[in-house]
């Protein structure tokens, strides 16, 4: 990507990353930011492509990846994207056409072709985010992919499992922010002018329960957050007890024989039905 820019792969693209991933890193003589190796390398056991191929293969690699025959229906144009830039990735790593930095390269490679396919930005570097986080078992894989023969299903399973990893926390994320920005605001619009000290320090604590995945224990309650230890220093059981019951009068809480917690379920009319259910779920 050039100012903002998606560019089409090609080898002259793959160079120019490379030469970006290096750029003012302290190299051997050998190394040349942007340009072919001109001698044989070898990564532990796996040997990389010899050097003289090393083109040939590149121009074959960005041929297969540009081809109009293999661009899918508007439906599939992600699915595909992902499957092809993770395909990309693997066989710029068995090539290994530079002296230093291949492994960067793929992933930029894989990241500018996960854009073009239309994956989202925040998505497209879950992908390397998850190599990174696995980087014994990446490197495993790779292996094991330059050892099968051309079989690169396994490779794709792991990359695959990666990606529905990071997308599954970016979406409890958003969901949790979501969830908690309705809730601020429900308790808010609650506790609209009402403003005594009891009023401010019982909105503090709904407000500081919401942040719990569990009830909170009775007797621990005045000590669920420095702002509610600071509310209740030297007021009795008995104050928390009424600001509870007032709470509990406000639909705001529930208590059982586990304790106090916030009532998830009321938040059900302002989220998707996928969320709502799971927060009724981790309430129930």
């Not at 560019?7 to 050998?30: C, F, G, M």
């Not at 092809?84 to 390269?105: C, E, M, Q, S």
């Not at 490679?109 to 994956?119: A, H, K, N, Y």
Request: aromatic share 8%; hydrophobic share 40%; proline share 4%.
């Amino acid at each position: 990507m050039i100012s903002g820019e998606l560019i089409e792969l090609t080898v002259d693209r793959i160079k120019e990353l490379n030469a970006l991933v290096l750029h003012d890193l302290p190299l051997t003589e050998s190394v040349s930011p942007g340009l072919i190796r001109d001698y044989d390398v070898g990564v532990g056991r796996y040997r990389g492509a010899p050097h003289e191929d090393c083109e040939y293969l590149l121009t074959k690699l960005c041929t297969w990846l540009n081809v109009e025959g293999l661009l899918p229906n508007e439906e599939l144009k992600i699915a595909s994207g992902v499957l092809k830039a993770i395909v990309a990735h693997l066989y710029l790593a068995w090539i290994h056409p530079f002296g230093d930095g291949n492994g960067r390269t793929a992933r930029l490679v894989e990241f500018q072709l996960l854009l073009l396919s239309g994956v989202p930005t925040a998505a497209a570097h879950l992908l390397s985010n998850h190599y990174n986080l696995t980087r014994t078992e990446y490197y495993r894989q790779l292996d094991l992919a330059s050892k099968s023969g051309g079989d690169v299903i396994p490779f794709i399973q792991y990359a695959l499992q990666g990606l529905g990893d990071g997308l599954d926390e970016q979406l409890q994320t958003i969901r949790a922010q979501q969830f908690h920005v309705f809730w601020m605001n429900h308790v808010h619009s609650s506790f609209r002018q009402k403003v005594t000290p009891a009023d401010l320090r019982r909105r503090q604590l709904v407000v500081d329960l919401s942040e719990e995945t569990e009830p909170v224990p009775i007797v621990q309650l005045r000590y669920v957050s420095p702002k509610i230890a600071e509310a209740y220093a030297g007021k009795t059981d008995r104050t928390i007890r009424r600001d509870l019951n007032a709470l509990e009068r406000m639909n705001l809480i529930r208590r059982s024989f586990e304790g106090v917690e916030i009532k998830r379920e009321l938040m059900s009319a302002f989220l998707s039905p996928v969320i709502a259910r799971e927060q009724t779920k981790d309430s129930s």
